[in-house]
């Protein structure tokens, strides 16, 4: 059984300001003497959640890799506005995006862990955004990276989406601008409806998915039970808000346009690239091997966005799509043959570029 | 210039309850004497916003036909809880489905107008809903109907879309249960934001067609301009609710099963079909011509379940799908091409028919 474990950085830079004692949750499987995998989390996930994909049957194989896993800035493990004291608690919490997220991950990796390559970057939906931005940022440590149901840069239309629950949150009768005494539930279950249709594509819905085989009775029923208590009550208002906000500023192209930091006073590795905001000429120059599985049926990461970034990465990247009415969730474990096709696409990836 | 015109019918039974003098707000174009075409409103429309098909050069034209237009209930112009005075007013005004206004509408056409035969029934979204319950309700009086971006039921994703917009609204802070003073001005503006990403297929929004040509600089300028208020001030919020609730409520195979009036004591025309809840049985008895035009990129009413209408009708429907990536709105008349293509397509559908 996996322990969670807690990074302390130190006084480190966000894109939105400096966190005195910045720190990263992660957890480890297998022997460290084994290639790395990388895995970071997705939007309203915990760390923990990330290992229905680990084990000796599934996508990443513990027996056979040294596994480590990440908790995004803002998920309510790594530091968060729940998390985080006077004076960045709750809405004072600085911006956060991709960079900030792979930086403080090489850290754990480079100076805790003592990790020098990583075979493969792998995740979901923000977890396989992150995986676009560690094979930008760190060509010379990432062979490979696998992007399930993501992308290099958050499309105007997944950008408007997240607008919806958004606005259903902030608008909320307790959400109080961020100042609510106790966690905003009629906030956060709004936001959970809001979000629930864009889960899954339209034919999952019109056969009844929903109802999970008699599991429930109607479709409000299954909205109160699943999408309702999807972020409530184990995810703080501000905390949502924030890691949706780092969702948002994805631009593998335009590394440290958001940081606050004099440019004059950053250290190289944070210099813009002269392809900034080109994201053709950026995903041009990505050196690792990329495997991008989108889900046919996704309605904010639609295929047609991965296969123009698969066609910007030339030889070096594969598209496969996961051809699933289940849409964004194909990727997330919702269905079990899904879970294993990605699988089996992994394992594919990993013959054919070793 | 037509003018708005309002037809009292007196006591009036809807699905929820009674109206002691239900109101529909309609308007009437061209000469009485040519072949009647009945339009209703779709979601979030005025009577006058229907004029877009209305013209010499548009799908119809008031030199050859007698068109009727129709405001819904709860539009804000027919009855509606913003407009109905107590103990029928504002939240506690009664449910209502598409059979409550089509009843009504075929009053205004029966009682008030003369007319005796409809060539068409037409319209977009509910509009077009409408139209499906038209040729069910009045298999005489009805000869063709048109649905533009609709469905004969509310599909589960299309309920559960709207579910969003919904909470986002029921949920902020000025809603107040529908017992506010003042319009509810920050639920509206968040159920339009919540709507906007709906609206459109994810490529429009790729070539940022919501940039207008240089009229807005950001999807969020867009979003404030075009979508917080396209609800707001112009809509009362509980207006929206009903409006909502009607939308939700639709299946033509299920006529009269909202009604809470005493099954012994409904006239004829409202006893229950036997083939109640059989949308394959309830659309193969449909005798009026049908033309079934929905948009391959509209996400809450996609061409598979127009599709499968159409199969149920038999040879007595036409499917033509409008190839646009301007999603629902393709049928609203936001890109001239596709309103375009429509009447076209209306005209043609109105030769082959005649």
């Known amino acids: 059984m996996a322990q969670t474990k807690f990074f302390h950085h130190g006084r480190f830079a966000l894109a939105g300001g400096v966190l005195p004692d910045a ?20 939007y309203g996930a915990k760390v923990a959640d990330n290992e229905y994909m680990i084990g000796s049957d599934k996508a ?10 990440f908790a995004l800035f803002s ?6 506005p729940s998390n985080t004291p006077t004076p960045y608690n709750g809405p004072y919490f600085p911006a956060v995006t991709y960079e900030d997220n792979a930086r403080a991950q090489y850290a754990v990796l480079t100076k805790e862990l003592g990790v020098t390559k990583v075979y493969c970057v792998a995740g979901f939906s923000m977890g396989g955004q992150q995986a676009y ?5 760190y060509p010379e440590f990432v062979e ?8 290099a840069r958050t499309s105007p239309h997944n950008q408007c989406f997240l607008e919806g629950p958004k606005a259903a949150l902030v608008n909320a009768v307790d959400f109080k601008d961020g100042h609510y005494e106790k966690n905003a539930e009629r906030g956060l ?14 034919s999952w819905f019109r056969r009844k998915a929903y109802l999970k085989n008699g ?30 906000r780092t969702w948002q500023l994805a631009d593998v192209s335009k590394l440290y346009a958001h940081s606050t930091m004099d440019p004059s006073t950053r250290p190289g590795y944070m210099k813009v690239p002269d392809t900034f905001g080109d994201l053709h000429a950026t995903l041009g120059a990505v050196k690792a091997k990329g495997l991008i599985m989108p889900s046919r049926t996704d309605l904010y990461f639609p295929p047609e966005d991965s296969t123009a ?7 070096n990247a594969t598209l496969v799509v996961v051809e699933s009415d289940w849409g964004h969730i194909a990727g997330g474990g919702g269905c079990e043959e899904d879970t294993n096709f990605i699988r089996d696409q992994t394992h594919k990836f990993f013959r054919e570029t070793s």
Chains 1, 2 share one sequence.
Do not use: H
């Open 75 to 80: 998920n309510g493990e790594s530091s968060s």
């Open 309 to 315: 970034e698969v066609d910007a990465m030339k030889s």
């Open 23 to 42: 720190v990263t949750a992660y957890r480890t499987y297998g022997d460290p003497k084994n290639p790395c995998i990388v895995f970071p989390t997705c």
């Open 144 to 151: 490979r990276f696998i992007c399930i149901c993501g992308s």
């Open 189 to 202: 279950r709004a936001f959970g409806r809001a979000y629930s249709a864009w889960a899954y594509g339209q």
């Open 215 to 244: 599991m429930y009775t109607s479709l409000d029923d299954w909205l109160r039970a699943e999408w309702e208590t999807s972020f409530y009550p184990q995810f703080d208002a501000n905390d949502v808000l924030s890691l949706l």
């Open 60 to 69: 990443f194989n513990p027996d056979q890799f040294y596994i480590v896993t």
């Open 133 to 137: 931005y560690w094979a930008v940022m």
